[in-house]
């Protein structure tokens, strides 16, 4: 079952423009939620995370949102630009145990127009 | 500092054969990952580990063995390929404790099972 609904599959902004991701959870246990960016032929990379005390946290031209109420999180990014090209993942994570067992969401693919 | 490192990039198999790969990380991480990813599937946990000696089964394990003998390493071992298991495979590792650890990927070994 997937625990973490991403939408959507694709999105093609043009420069300059807002890009929004959004995804759901499922569990009410997770209480961290990293998003990664993705290269073409790289590893997934921390973009920025956020924990379920505060609803927003912004870094650069990047921002989670967060609605603890609705089991939803969205990343926006401001004036996006070329480089910000690849395909970007949600995830949660449950605070019990010492592993770190990050669910995933299935992938957003963002192509940002010159 | 080479982070998390795979080996190989790329291998094909015909069905029924075994292999390995590899994941090495030099920043003593006591947690490290493997996950699987699929298009649009996200990334899978196959199975993780938090510690030498110490591992356990993710969300997709069959088919697949794991020991981690010392904190630098983390083999995954495909016992009989099968078509199904054509993926890409990526390592990940991060410190124990609290979310909010980062997690680092490897940049990913891509398998074809024929």
């Known amino acids: 079952q997937q625990q973490v609904k991403q939408s959507p599959q694709s999105l093609i902004v043009q420069k300059g423009g807002i890009s929004i991701i959004n995804c759901a959870y499922e569990n009410t246990a997770f209480d961290y939620f990293p998003w990664y960016q993705q290269f073409p032929g790289k590893g997934p990379a921390l973009l920025i995370a956020?924990?379920?005390?505060?609803s927003e946290k912004k870094e650069g031209r990047f921002t989670i949102s967060f609605n603890k109420s609705a089991k939803q999180f969205s990343l926006h990014i401001m004036d996006s630009q070329p480089g910000d090209s690849a395909t970007y993942f949600c995830a949660a994570t449950p605070p019990w145990g010492s592993a770190r067992q990050l669910t995933f969401g299935s992938g957003t693919q963002l192509t940002v127009l010159p | 500092n080479a982070g998390v490192t795979q080996t190989p990039k790329f291998q094909v198999l015909k069905t029924g054969q075994s292999m390995t790969l590899q994941c090495a990380q030099d920043m003593n991480h006591e947690y490290m990952s493997w996950y699987r990813q699929d298009p649009g599937m996200g990334l899978r946990l196959i199975h993780y580990s938090v510690g030498a000696g110490i591992t356990d089964q993710g969300e997709v394990p069959n088919g697949y063995n794991v020991s981690r003998s010392t904190t630098e390493d983390f083999p995954l071992r495909l016992l009989s390929a099968a078509p199904s298991q054509t993926s890409v495979y990526f390592c990940?590792?991060?410190?124990?404790?609290?979310?909010?650890?980062?997690?680092?990927f490897g940049e990913g070994s891509w398998l074809t099972v024929v």
């Open positions: 956020i924990r379920p005390d505060v």
């Open positions: 990940a590792s991060s410190l124990q404790g609290a979310a909010g650890n980062t997690i680092y």
